[in-house]
């Protein structure tokens, strides 16, 4: 049975309740909402209340004067208990008032000692001690921390420190968090072995892109109101950035834009779109999985042979000549003119339609939607979004290279209904000293951790466990690792700080593994640690983001921290605080001056220290009042009491994103070369079916506070896997049946969901699951970048169980909607 | 298959046009909040006892519109075909929902052919078989249902509500 809250009324906001503003802190869309806060015992009526509206009567659709029980809870402010609703903004642009699953939970998914959601976070710093994690201070928590990685890191060697940490805005990111794990590690430290929060390496994602000049994220979302052709790429945006569909492309589709989707499976977005713009007006290319540069660059070519690229832009923006950029180790294609880009990656319409299983007809229609001049001879419109399709598939650099070669060649990049962006998926909000000592390419962390690198391993907000590639190895090693140093610890409980400082190094000389994990919640690889340290999110402090059209915002503290739960740039601070003194007391007295500067009382401190600094303009009450919809990046100014932004990046057709003075965006040259990762190819020829891969609207990323919330495990109790349901027959499985997904490196279990749409031998899993890791089947194979290609995975299925009884009484009907 | 647009958008503009006159005029009469309603007023909801129709009524898989708790919460009683859990009636099989979707509040339409309420906003569906589970969609709970009971005659009543209803903040209307 469905699950029900039961609830059939709810406290009415008062008038003159606190009003907050709240960028949500799930996806890069970033939408508006406010958190409105009041006493306890306090309440409004039908008829004197927060909106002045007759709360007696029924409201009408689209209403703001009614908030759903998931919008509701009861927090700590100040140390009170208050009522708290946290409602969509109708005044915000980005999403005019409409929540998504996601942020319209934010209110339910907040820790409170009333209503007993979330009690899974972390409120107190966690140390390992007679066999399990037992509470303790926070000096006691650091100072163990800081002396044990004091004994592995010298001035001149810090490479047996291996750091994990977010680079994102939103949840507990922010310009703020950043800054303050970056300085740590980046300034007062060089660490070189470290990663990012849902890779194996610390780098860019488009890397391509960048060095091509463009930045990923140039346009606006308005953008999509006044094109004429929306251009789609291995994204899903009516799931995995819902409101920027449904308040910005429908208002394309609604103003005649059409739209093409290059994905291999049949999605909801595809489906949506059918329903707002007409079949007729929607062009999925269900390409043959992994041949996005096949396509791209077939497009590029009959688009440039047609005479639809756009001279004078091509003449005035970009390079000319031949190589501006040669291939290596760190270029995986050579980048150079439209010309060289033209010979390098041509390809004809048959080699094409040969390649991604299209026909000549649809690539040719796709052309003509994204590049023929209208018959008035207008130049078309053409807005692009990619994401995780091509990001985490096949030959990254060339795939969004191939990509961003069309938006170029017809001048579509800075101009009004133009762009090629990712879709994104956090928010934004890095802010750093430069990484350029990490290298390019950057160490795979995760393999070397395997092959037994590192002695001490901080975390900040990852969970490897879920979110890697090769899981199912690295947590084999990983476990026993961290065991030998948990081993070494029980073996001498009761002795001295000293004693037990020398039984962890002797541990992790002997190829052990120290472990401090930072973290909301106890997450699956903070199982492994031996030191935890709570963390909080933004509402729990204030924080600043940017979303994917660089609108930057400030969250302002709502509710009080879980605990003594603090943010990560308070803990930052704190451990350099402590690796100061450590390092002081035992003589390093120049090392120990590395870690000065960080006396920050509040978020705002180090905020002002990292961000302020680098734009001046930018300040806590400037951004307050700026209100949900903010600044778009870069700032440019503050003028008439509002901050000045950028509406739309390169407008003046200047390219700057690669560092290049002569300001000419690049071509990239990235000819078709079919698998590029090690081990694609075999683990494709002996398995069966692809196990795709990806998100779902309901779940967030890796399910951390999901795993929490009934609303969201009711409905997918473990992680669904679809398939063709000739396949099930084949199989002999039925609707809800787990089964075993197994090949060479690993295994993970799934509930089946019957998908007509999906080709015969093609499945869907849901990435990142608590309880059943689809990394756990993704082998090792990665771009020269270290890209990880989680999205080509091949294995074997098998029945492991009938329905479990929770997973028998959710539905499996189609996704798509009846109207 | 249009037909269902061409509807809502109808029903949706009664909504919108807040033509809500007999809830209007019964909170009218209503006392103005203060100290007499508070020490009447229950830890609970009291639900109305409402009489929806009679078993046979009911065509199987054909929903008749209803309103509860009162005429301005637009529902469907439908009589599903086979059991179902949480169904009322001898069968097992009859249920009855909100049909307002409680992401935005727009007016659903049945899709006989796989038995779930849609969305013409923004495309959510709901599974009228599985006690209103959201298939898949934007709102963060499930569907409202109603509580069935069915009398020796075949009246079927409704007895309370398993979710907040969209557009008020009390499912009992109250002044």
Redesign the interface.
């Known amino acids: 049975?469905?699950?029900?809250?039961?609830?059939?009324?709810?406290p009415?906001i008062p008038a003159g309740a606190k009003e907050h503003n709240v960028t949500c802190h799930y996806c890069i869309v970033g939408c508006g909402y406010t958190a409105y806060t009041w006493p306890l015992k306090t309440q409004g009526?039908?008829?004197?209340n927060w909106i002045g509206e007759?709360?007696?009567?029924?409201?009408?659709?689209?209403?703001e004067a009614?908030?759903?029980?998931?919008?509701y809870n009861v927090v700590k402010q100040d140390g009170k208990d208050v009522h708290l609703v946290i409602k969509p903004d109708v005044n915000c642009d980005v999403n005019s008032g409409?929540?998504?699953?996601r942020g319209?939970?934010m209110a339910?998914n907040r820790r409170s000692d009333v209503t007993g959601t979330q009690r899974q976070r972390l409120t107190e710093p966690l140390v390992w001690r007679y066999g399990t994690w037992q509470p303790t201070s926070w000096d006691d928590a650091l100072d163990l921390v800081a002396r044990v990685t004091a004994k592995v890191i010298d001035k001149d060697n810090e490479n047996d420190l291996y750091v994990s940490m977010f680079d994102h805005g939103g949840s507990a990111g922010g310009y703020e968090n950043t800054w303050g794990t970056g300085k740590l590690y980046f300034e007062s430290m060089k660490v070189k072995h470290c990663r990012i929060h849902n890779r194996p390496a610390y780098m860019s994602e488009v890397h391509s892109s960048r060095d091509m000049g463009v930045d990923e994220l140039n346009y606006n979302y308005a953008d999509y109101e006044v094109t004429d052709t929306i251009f789609l790429v291995g994204t899903n945006p009516?799931e995995c950035q819902?409101n920027l569909f449904?308040n910005h492309m429908v208002k394309g589709m609604q103003n005649g834009a059409r739209v093409v989707i290059s994905d291999p499976r049949r999605t909801?977005t595809v489906?949506?779109c059918e329903?707002v713009a007409g079949a007729e007006n929607v062009l999925h290319l269900p390409i043959t999985t992994g041949s996005d540069v096949a396509l791209h660059n077939t497009l590029f070519t009959y688009i440039a042979d047609q005479g639809w690229a756009d001279a004078d832009f091509i003449a005035a923006s970009t390079f000319q000549g031949d190589v501006a950029v040669a291939a290596d180790s760190a270029y995986p294609a050579a980048l150079g003119s439209y010309e060289a880009a033209r010979a390098a990656c041509k390809m004809s319409l048959a080699e094409g339609a040969a390649a991604t299983g299209l026909t000549e007809a649809q690539i040719i229609q796709a052309a003509e939607w994204i590049a023929k001049p209208k018959d008035d001879g207008s130049r078309r419109k053409c807005v692009t979004g990619y994401e995780k399709g091509i990001i985490w598939g096949n030959d990254n650099y060339r795939a969004i290279g191939s990509l961003l070669n069309i938006g170029l060649a017809t001048g579509n990049v800075g101009r009004e209904g133009g762009g090629v962006c990712r879709l994104g998926g956090h928010q934004e909000g890095y802010y750093r000293p430069s990484d350029a000592h990490v290298g390019r390419p950057a160490p795979y962390i995760d393999q070397m951790i395997i092959a037994g690198g590192g002695k001490v391993h901080h975390i900040w907000a990852n969970d490897h466990f879920k979110t890697t590639l090769n899981a199912s190895e690295f947590k084999r090693v990983y476990n026993r690792r961290s065991n030998m140093v948990k081993e070494a610890m029980d073996a001498r409980a009761g002795a001295t700080r000293e004693e037990m400082i020398d039984a962890i190094v002797g541990a992790i000389n002997a190829g052990g593994l120290f472990v401090v994990d930072v973290d909301i919640i106890h997450s699956q690889i903070g199982q492994a640690a031996h030191v935890i340290l709570p963390a909080v999110e933004s509402g729990e402090m204030n924080l600043t983001s940017m979303n994917g059209e660089r609108r930057l915002r400030l969250t302002e503290k709502y509710m009080d921290a879980p605990g003594s739960a603090k943010p990560d740039c308070m803990i930052a601070a704190g451990l350099a605080q402590a690796l100061e003194r450590v390092l002081r007391e035992e003589g390093r007295t120049e090392y120990a001056d590395q870690f000065k500067g960080y006396d920050w009382a509040t978020e705002e401190d180090a905020f002002m220290d990292g961000y302020n600094k680098g734009n001046p303009e930018v300040t806590y009450d400037r951004l307050r009042a700026m209100g949900n919809n903010g600044v778009l990046e870069p700032v440019t100014g503050f003028a008439d009491g509002k901050l000045t932004g950028t509406n739309r990046l390169y407008e003046d057709g200047v390219f700057t994103r690669h560092g290049r003075e002569d300001g000419k965006a690049l071509f990239c040259m990235g000819e078709w070369r079919g698998w590029q990762a090690a081990g694609k190819a075999q683990q494709q020829a002996s398995h069966r079916f692809l196990i795709n891969n990806g998100r779902a609207?309901m779940n967030w990323q890796n399910w951390f506070l999901d795993q929490g919330n009934e609303?969201v495990m009711?409905?997918f109790p473990v992680p669904f896997i679809q398939i063709n349901p000739d396949d099930m027959a084949e199989l002999g499985l039925k609707a809800g049946d787990m089964v075993e997904v197994h090949n060479d490196v690993g295994a993970t279990q799934a509930l089946v969901y019957p998908e007509p749409s999906a080709r015969p031998n093609e499945t869907f899993m849901i990435f990142g699951a608590p309880n059943g890791a689809q990394g756990n089947i993704v082998n090792a194979g990665v771009n020269e970048l270290i890209l990880p290609n989680y999205k080509h995975t091949w294995a074997n299925i098998r029945k492991i169980s009938d329905a479990t009884p929770a997973s028998a009484?959710?539905?499996y009907?189609?996704?798509e909607?009846?109207? | 298959?249009?037909c269902?647009?061409l509807v809502?958008v109808g029903r949706?503009q009664f909504?919108?046009?807040?033509v809500?006159g007999v809830?209007?005029a019964a909170?009218a009469t209503?006392l103005?909040?203060g100290q007499a309603q508070a020490q009447q007023a229950r830890a609970?909801?009291d639900?109305p006892s409402n009489r929806l129709g009679n078993i046979a009524d009911l065509v199987v898989n054909e929903p008749m519109d209803i309103g509860y708790p009162d005429a301005?919460?637009p529902g469907i009683l439908l009589k599903i075909g086979s059991p179902v859990?949480?169904g009322a009636g001898p069968d097992g099989d009859i249920v009855a929902y909100s049909v307002?979707c409680?992401?935005?509040?727009?007016?659903m339409?049945y899709?006989a052919?796989?038995k779930?309420l849609?969305?013409?906003?923004?495309?959510?569906?709901f599974?009228c078989?599985?006690?209103?589970?959201?298939?898949?969609?934007?709102?963060?709970?499930?569907?409202p249902?109603f509580t069935l009971r069915v009398d020796d005659k075949g009246d079927i009543y409704a007895m309370?509500?398993?979710?907040?209803i969209?557009?008020?903040?009390?499912?009992?209307?109250?002044?």
């Open positions: 049975m469905a699950y029900k809250r039961n609830i059939d009324r709810l009415i009526t039908t008829d004197r007759d709360l007696s009567k029924q409201q009408a659709t689209d209403t009614w908030y759903a029980p998931s919008m409409l929540g998504s699953i319209a939970r339910e009516m819902t449904l909801v489906d949506s329903q609207n609303f009711d409905r009484a959710v539905s009907k189609s996704w909607v009846e109207l | 298959m249009k269902n647009r809502d949706r909504l919108r046009g807040g809500l809830a209007g909170a209503v103005p909040a609970m909801v639900y301005d919460s859990e949480g307002l409680p992401h935005k509040g727009y007016y339409s899709h052919a796989d779930t849609n969305c013409p906003g923004h495309f959510s569906r599974d078989e599985k006690g209103g589970q959201q298939v898949w969609g934007h709102a963060t709970q499930n569907l249902q309370g509500a398993d979710e907040l969209y557009g008020r903040l009390s499912n009992v209307l109250e002044g």
